[in-house]
């Protein structure tokens, strides 16, 4: 060791410089931009540091690269000399350092400037008689590896090198050496240890250039037409790719480069690469490539990382869905409820619930015509959300939900995946379209593939046999419709939450028709806004006497009538616009109404005029319901016994019939009625509309009704509905869709409505606009109900049976 000098370090991470070679360094490294200033800086005063001499007096700055491994400095460093300072091809400043020998690695301090200093010794080297063979030897050996990797320009450099240590240093610039055999080589001083190092490595490294050539031309003597054939296909390949570069198109063919481009989920991306290595193992014949390109395209499509964000004004969001919709307050409110979770975690910063996002799975039952399936397009607008529809009535096939398995012919995804690639987001709102209406045959149960799609318990590892691979379902909103529950299995029904859309009162069909299905239907007659005005009289009488339904589809078509009407006029000029229609004009373009309120009629033409008629309330698949019920005794001179049935009656009503028979011939006296007649002559019970099939278990009261009023003579009142299920002892039971019904009596001019006593509470759910229509009375027994539906007695029992 000799001299101690005072040198700013330069830290060299993962790399090691040999005394000998010139590196250039990029400037933009702080540690090295500080080495370098310091270097060119004035030196540190002798006060600082005394005892040592400076590197002043060279002529050029000097720095110390020290290698550093996991933030520790190695014991030797390479002494640099700054030979230049300038810019490198791309602007980027840099530095060209020179080695110029070792150095002992000392203290290190902190100096002036933002570099720190090393107390560097030079390092003594030493040699013996053989460090000129093994110099002489490597230069060979060096000479052999540039002749394999085809390095000729630098040949004549290595044979220009006659210092011993300066050979062995040569190493240094091989990039077959680790940094660990390079830091080895710097801190061993003794040359022809140094070049012993360097041959053996050296040595090991030709040896296994000469096999890889050895094999590389057997590989390419013994290569087979087949082997042939792959490599100009590649070549082919690489040439269409570069052609496709000049016209825009590589980046669509090029999967592997796309597949690393996208943002997919750890397991959809590993996946996709192996197919990706599958493509690349697959001769252009086979059709297995176009299985994967498809397969590839589809994963790639998907948006497995684009979200809309969702609405959170709640105000606008209920706006919107009242702009849209007229009623339906409890889907609303539904809605709102969710948007109002969802704000209330975000700005409580809670994150998915579970790890899991929260969705909703709402079915919307109700009659056709009452907005169900437009419904799902104002809950996205609302809720700022994708929309998309997926129609299901009629599909069959289970595959239709979770896909085709790739080896078939013409596999796809299913349609659940494909609404979600249509949709351009993984947090739509997804409207399952008619899901009552999903069949099942051999190929399968698609309303079973739908319990995972529609369980939020699962549907976030929802797996489509076509892809594969996971998608999360459980941040969708699905939309369910469905005209009857009845037909969806019940484990299906109970993983969505039930909102029934009872129908629209007259009122509501008023505002719907003025506010939506009017200007629509203006402009589809080409029509203007102001060239046809219809009144709230004559939507009113519209909804009430043309068309009576729960929805407003007829309504809709009505209007849609009368507008052709009016645009015929039109041309023959038999009228001019602009035209006002009120509810008297209604029969000029659409003849008489269709649907006169039976109390409207004449008292002598009323179906109730007749003893044995009664009025019952109906729950069908297209909201509620009027239903009459007709009985008859047979002559006692015909001879005729027992109970007839007709009006195709299920179970459960041929049941409510025979429970009233025997209420009421253990009970008949107690009533007044001559209960002999129900055991001496046979009773005919018939339900109008024979072709329809009729059942369910709220027709007990109606039965009894009719059967007393037959029995009694005393007609029952035209007025007068009523809907109940009656057991042997003469209690009213509780019944189902008491909404549906109510507004059902409400659409046919009914006055009165009975119900049981316990549905008093469903009476919440009905508007108040019908309540205050109708004069609902809620009855514990039978004899409360004869009391309000029959009529006073006029003549006798007797003469009227």
Sequence with gaps: MSDTRLL????????????????????????????????????????????????????????????????????????????????VPGGKAAVLLRGTGRALVGRIADGPGAARWVHAEDATETTDDRTAQLAAEYKAVVISILQQRGGWQLIDAVQQVEDASAVADLSGNAPYLSTEQKLELLSTLDVSARLEKALEWSKEHLAELEVTDTIRKDVAEGMEKQQKEFLLRRQLEAIRKELGELDGTADETDYRARVEAAELPDAVKKAALAEVDKLDRTSEQSPEGGWIRTWLDTVLELPWNERTEDVYDIAAARAVLDADHAGLDDVKERIIEYLAVRKRRAESGLGPVGGRRSGAVLALAGPPGVGKTSLGESVAKAMGRKFVRVALGGIRDEAEIRGHRRTYVGALPGRVVRAIKEAGSMNPVVLLDEIDKVGADYRGDPTAALLEVLDPEQNHTFRDHYLEVELDLSDVVFLATANALETIPGPLLDRMELVTLDGYTEHEKVTIARDHL????????????????????????????????????????????????????????????????????????????????????????????????????????????????????????????????????????????????????????????????????????????????????????????????????????????????????????????????????????????????????????????????????????????????????????????
């Design 8 to 87: 700013p370090v330069l830290p060299l991470d993962d790399d090691v410089v040999l005394p000998g070679m010139v590196v250039p360094l990029d400037l933009s490294d702080t540690e090295t931009r500080a080495a370098v200033e310091s270097a060119q800086a004035k030196t540190p005063s002798q006060a600082s540091f005394p005892g040592i001499r400076s590197s002043a007096a060279t002529k050029k700055a000097e720095v110390l690269i020290v290698p550093r491994a996991h933030g520790e400095y190695a014991g030797f460093g390479t002494v640099a000399t700054v030979e230049r300072i300038g810019r």
């Design 518 to 801: 009017l200007p629509r239907e203006l402009e589809r007659a080409g029509l203007g806004t102001s060239d046809v005005v219809l009144t709230d009289a004559a939507f009113s009488r519209i909804a009430a006497e043309y068309t009576r339904e729960a929805g407003v589809r007829d309504a809709n078509r009505t209007i849609a009538k009368v507008l052709r009407k009016v645009a015929t006029k039109v041309a023959l000029d038999e009228v001019s616009l602009p035209l006002s229609i009120d509810a008297g004009d209604l029969e000029t373009y659409l003849g008489r109404p269709r649907h006169l309120p039976e109390s409207s009629l004449p008292a002598s033409t009323q179906r109730t005029a007749t003893p044995g008629v009664a009025t019952g309330l109906a729950v069908t698949g297209a909201g509620g319901d009027v239903l009459y019920i007709e009985a008859s005794l047979a002559d006692e001179e015909s001879g005729a016994s027992g109970l007839q049935l007709t009006g195709q009656l299920g179970d459960v009503m041929k049941e409510s019939v025979q429970i009233a028979l025997s209420y009421l011939r253990s009970h008949g006296a107690e009533l007044e009625l001559p209960v002999g007649d129900l055991r001496k002559r046979g009773i005919h019970v018939h339900v109008p509309a024979g072709a329809v099939p009729k059942d369910g278990p709220s027709a007990g009261i109606t039965m009894t009704t009719a059967l007393a009023s037959l029995l009694s003579g005393r007609v029952v009142r035209a007025d007068v509905a009523m809907t109940g299920e009656v057991s042997l002892t003469g209690r009213v039971l509780p019944i189902g869709g008491v909404k549906q019904k109510l507004l059902a009596a409400h659409r046919a001019g009914m006055k009165t409505v009975i119900i049981p006593q316990r549905n008093e509470p469903d009476l919440d759910d009905v508007p108040a606009e019908v309540l205050a229509q109708l004069d609902v009375h809620a009855v514990a027994n039978v004899r409360e109900v004869l009391d309000l539906a029959l009529t006073p007695a006029s003549t006798p029992v007797s003469q009227a049976a």
